[in-house]
């Protein structure tokens, strides 16, 4: 996306990190007692179930992230996924941390499948921080957001 080199982008991080951990956010909101949501000008966040869940079986809930507006997501930028550490009461996952290999990622969008099992029945809580970026022509918004989804199992 910019032509940046290694050590200027990193600064530059570093820079944005500081002054942009309050950027354009709004907070948190939960849509349907079940995924988590954030938005902005420039970017939607989201972190919702997928499928049905049981004791002992992998699940998968998605974290998706969509650029708005002019702008796009930083292909340049080391996206990360954090799941809970520690883990949720019931609640493990098989890979603590993703990374943009794990993710699907176009221009506009980024998802990333978060694997975890459950342990017991109930209403579980599964999530993590993603550290993101999305661009125009102008600047980039560099961000972290915490999400938290609750699952049912039976």
């Known amino acids: 996306m910019h032509s940046i080199s290694p050590l200027i982008h990193l600064g530059f ?3 944005l990190s500081l002054a942009c951990s309050s950027c354009d956010s709004k907070s948190a909101s939960t849509v349907g007692g079940s995924a988590a949501a954030f ?23 998605v974290v998706r992230l969509t650029a708005k507006g002019g702008y796009k997501i930083n292909d ?23 990374t943009q ?15 975890f099992v459950p342990s017991k029945p109930g209403h579980l ?13 102008q600047h980039c918004v560099i961000d972290k957001k915490v999400l938290v989804t609750q699952i049912v199992v039976p």
Do not use: H, W
Request: proline fraction near 8%.
């Open 13 to 15: 991080i570093a820079s």
């Open 39 to 61: 938005e902005t000008q420039s970017f939607k966040l989201v972190m919702e179930p997928s499928g049905a869940y049981s004791r002992g079986t992998q699940g998968t809930a």
């Open 76 to 98: 340049e930028y080391p996206f990360r996924f954090e799941c809970q550490t520690p883990a949720s009461d019931g609640i493990s996952y098989p890979k603590p941390t993703l």
């Open 101 to 115: 290999t794990d993710a699907t990622v176009t221009e506009r969008e980024a998802v990333f499948p978060i694997a």
């Open 125 to 137: 809580n599964v999530g993590g921080s993603l550290s993101l970026s999305v661009c125009n022509d």
